[in-house]
């Protein structure tokens, strides 16, 4: 199984910039796709930025020339840098990891969820 670490939540003044980590571990798999997501308190979880492999990047329109995702496949690890925050931007980080563990004799694809660093954007 692969398990998402995310690092870097915290308290920030709106207008002020955080960056998330995210740690994919495991043995024998390759990545297909990490991204992040947010969960804000009586709200659905929703897609913040996704880095598919050898795909497009997409945002979510509210964090378009805000945010930025990039990876380094060397260390398994996705990273959200976050500028210009806002009091919106409130919410539950999760990063989120596709991926496919290669056997001997089989590959089994899948998904994972890291637990989720809580940002707060608050005067």
């Known amino acids: 199984q692969v398990q998402p670490v995310e690092s870097g939540g915290g308290l920030v003044h709106p207008g002020g910039s955080l960056r998330l980590s995210c740690v994919a571990s495991?043995?024998?798999?390759?990545?297909?796709?990490m991204a992040w997501y947010r969960q804000a308190p009586g709200k659905q979880r929703e897609l913040v930025a996704e880095?598919?492999?050898?795909?497009?990047?997409n945002y979510a329109d509210p964090v378009k020339g805000r945010f930025t995702i990039s990876r380094d496949d060397a260390k398994n690890t996705v990273y959200l840098t976050m500028n210009s925050l806002k009091v919106e931007d409130t919410a539950v980080y999760y990063c989120y990891v596709a991926f496919c563990t290669i056997a001997v004799r089989s590959t089994t694809c899948g998904d994972s969820w890291g637990k989720g660093p809580l940002v707060t954007v608050s005067q």
């Open positions: 880095y598919p492999s050898g795909g497009s990047i």
């Open positions: 495991g043995s024998a798999f390759g990545i297909n796709a």
